[in-house]
Structure formats: C-alpha cells, structure tokens
C-alpha cells in the first residue's frame, strides 16, 4: 500500500506552519520492490522444482558457506544502497521509517517463503542463527522455546498485526504517531534480522540452489545500511552476522560513482 508522504513542516511568510502531502514512491521501495518482483518470478519456478528437503539438522559448527565469494559477489544491483536509505529532504522521518518498515517486513517474508518448506520443525527444532539460540517472549515476558518455523510465524503475526494497526502506522494524513513507534520499529527489525540470521544460516543451501542468493544478499544489505542509518539494532545484536555484513555492505568502486541528489 502506498503511504500518503507527510511533508515536514516550514514557516510560512506570515509565520504559521505549513506541511503537506504527496504520493511518490521512495527510491527505498522502489528499489525493494523490484527486488521483491523478481523474488517472485523465481518463486514461481521455485514451486514447480522437485528439489526435497534433506530432513537432516544442520551440523553445530557449520562452514559459513554464505561468506564465499563466488556466493557472496552475486546481487541484483550495483549501487551504493546507502543513498537508498538516508531520510529524503522534506519527508517525516515517522513516515521514512514507518514506509521502509513495512517494505522490508513484506521482502523478507517473501523471502522466507521461499524456503520455508525446507524450514520444519524437524529439520530446524530451534531458532538458531550462528550457533545462537533465539527465544521467544510473549506479551507476559515467558521466555519460550520454539522450532524456527513457530519463531518466525510468530515474528511475521506480530509485525503484521502493527503495521497494520493505524493507531501504531498511520496512513490518513494528520493522525500523528504514538510515542511508541521508535521503539517498536526496533522490535520490530530486530525481528526480521533474526529470521534473514536464520535464512543464511539453515536455508543457505537451498537458498543457492533455487538461485535465489542474489536476491538475499541484496535484501541483506539493504536491510543492514537501513538499521545502521537510523539506529535501529543494537550493533551486538547484529555481529553475529559483522563478517557477512562487512562483505555485503562495503560499496563497489562502481557503486560509489552511482551518486544521487535527495
């Protein structure tokens, strides 16, 4: 759904404040749209593929297969994603964030998709991402044990249910954000990092071999420079990832002459 853009505000000549707003699709989404288009063409082929699941855990100490350049080289753009993710002049930052939010929900549990008939509760019987064991809270705090597939069902429920919410990301222009909304859009990315951890992490292999690779590492990315920009993880949170995201996020020579005013 497009969001209508909530401009920031200006003094006017008589001095009473003056906002606006306006349709345009941000460069962010545009570009993770795309993305997502093309996930979905191989999505198609990816029902059609006899390719079954192995049925066997994957080993504890497991070689990082997803670090190897021939892996690791393959994107579907060739840009500085950073000019993607920095607040355009003259929109709300709420708007920026609340917009990229729901895009990025909306990519990885497209992606996720993907490989989710490889993700079961045999195969994956916790939520792990680099020999690190994710646990669930509910709304009471009860820390629980989950396979990966409950973990991220209940990951993709919570997030769909607030940014759907119009009270947490509005959508009609005027009605102001809540006071809560930085903090649960942290939740809420911290969220979906878990579940791309795990991608690479269990699903790697069959990410490869439905040539999908291309589409996570640039989903990765993205992803990464995005929270980076805002603050939007803790930094400890995400290293068990830094050697993946020190690859993927480092700007080609041919990127940074990719240059755009905002």
């Known amino acids: 759904m497009t969001r209508r853009w909530r401009l920031k ?49 994957p080993p504890t100490e497991e070689k990082k297969h997803y670090l190897e350049s021939e892996y690791t080289k393959v994107r579907v753009v060739d840009f500085d994603l950073k000019e993607l993710v920095v607040l355009p002049r003259e929109i709300d930052l709420n708007e920026w964030l609340a917009s990229s939010t729901t895009t990025f929900f909306n990519l990885i549990n497209l992606q996720y998709s993907t490989i989710s008939e490889f993700c079961t509760g045999e195969t994956c019987q916790a939520m792990t991402a680099c020999n690190t064991i994710y646990y669930w809270y509910d709304e009471k705090g009860k820390k629980t044990k989950c396979t990966a597939p409950q973990y991220v069902d209940f990951v993709m429920s919570l997030v769909q249910k607030l940014v759907t919410d ?92 990719h240059v755009t005013e905002r």
């Open 9 to 57: 505000k200006k003094k006017r000549n008589g001095g009473a404040e003056a906002g606006g707003v306006c349709e345009i699709l941000p460069p962010a989404a545009q570009t993770v749209i795309c993305m997502g288009v093309l996930v979905c063409c191989d999505c198609f082929f990816y029902r059609k593929s006899k390719t079954k699941p192995n049925g066997k855990k």
């Open 166 to 257: 119009e009270d947490i990301f509005p959508t009609k222009y005027g009605k102001e954000f809540p006071n809560s909304f930085e903090s649960l859009v942290k939740k809420i990315c911290r969220y979906l990092f878990h579940v791309l951890a795990h991608i690479y992490w269990a699903h790697f292999k069959e990410t490869v071999a439905l040539d999908l690779q291309g589409h996570l590492n640039t989903l990765y990315a993205h992803f990464i420079v995005f929270i980076r920009e805002f603050n939007l993880v803790d930094p400890k949170e995400t290293s068990i990832m830094d050697d993946l995201s020190e690859i993927l996020c480092t700007p080609s020579p041919t990127a940074q002459n």
